[in-house]
């Protein structure tokens, strides 16, 4: 079993749209839980941090379930330029290394 | 500020050649990461340094890959000999000592043909 699991794309979804994406994780040790965004042929960047109580950031809401290990990622009225890799990505502790799951893309069309 | 600087940004070898990729982390950041993106995967940690002292090289394939960071700043990746699964981009990352957030450089993207 892969240690971060996520929803297999790619998702193709019109302008003004809601989206979900999806991840498990396999390590209940897990301490801290993020979303980075990858555009095409460039570095990850860090999207949002994802918190227990749940986190939103204009268009994006974030949702963490420990007791099912279980993250989310909503993305309300999406923009063309929305469209990217979203990588869940999973740390073992401060300073610890990231752990990835292999990325969904999202392709957002007029 | 400036970025983590990565170089060369491509490169194209054959098989059994060797290769070296250099990074330059962010001014002050302790920690640096050297990743492993294959094509339509997600990046996946070769080794991490703590300023000099290596803290993490457990998925380092340590029979053709090596990495140093001598003087707790800039860093080196090598592989010797290439094989052409190790075609792939190669990231560099680091971050502030206690800090959850990682910056990454643009990469190096190797192909072994």
């Known amino acids: 079993r892969k240690e971060v699991e996520q929803d297999p794309g790619p998702f193709n979804v019109p302008e003004g749209a809601t989206v979900a994406f999806n991840c498990t994780y396999s390590n209940s040790a897990s301490q801290s839980f993020f979303w980075y965004r990858q555009d095409c042929r460039k570095e990850p960047k860090l999207l949002m941090s994802v918190y227990s109580s749940g986190n939103e950031d204009g268009r994006f809401t974030a949702q963490l379930n420990r007791a099912s290990q279980y993250i989310s990622l909503l993305i309300r009225d999406s923009k063309l330029s929305d469209s990217a890799t979203y990588l869940c990505?999973?740390?073992?502790?401060?300073?610890?290394?990231?752990?990835f799951g292999q990325g969904t893309e999202l392709s957002v069309k007029p | 500020e400036a970025g983590v600087a990565q170089s060369p940004r491509y490169k194209i070898i054959e098989k059994r050649q060797s290769v070296a990729f250099w990074c330059n982390p962010i001014s002050g950041h302790a920690t640096l990461y050297w990743y492993q993106q294959i094509l339509g995967q997600g990046p996946k940690l070769l080794i991490q340094?703590?300023?000099?002292?290596?803290?993490?090289d457990s998925q380092l394939p340590k029979d053709r890959f090596s990495a140093e960071r001598l003087k707790g700043v800039d860093s080196t990746l090598k592989i010797q000999p290439a094989k052409l699964e190790d075609s792939a981009v190669y990231l560099c990352?680091?971050?502030?000592?206690?800090?959850?957030?990682?910056?990454f450089g643009p990469g190096t993207r190797l192909t072994v043909t």
């Open positions: 340094f703590q300023n000099n002292g290596v803290v993490d």
């Open positions: 990352a680091s971050t502030v000592g206690g800090s959850y957030e990682q910056y």
């Open positions: 990505v999973v740390n073992m502790g401060q300073g610890g290394k990231l752990i």
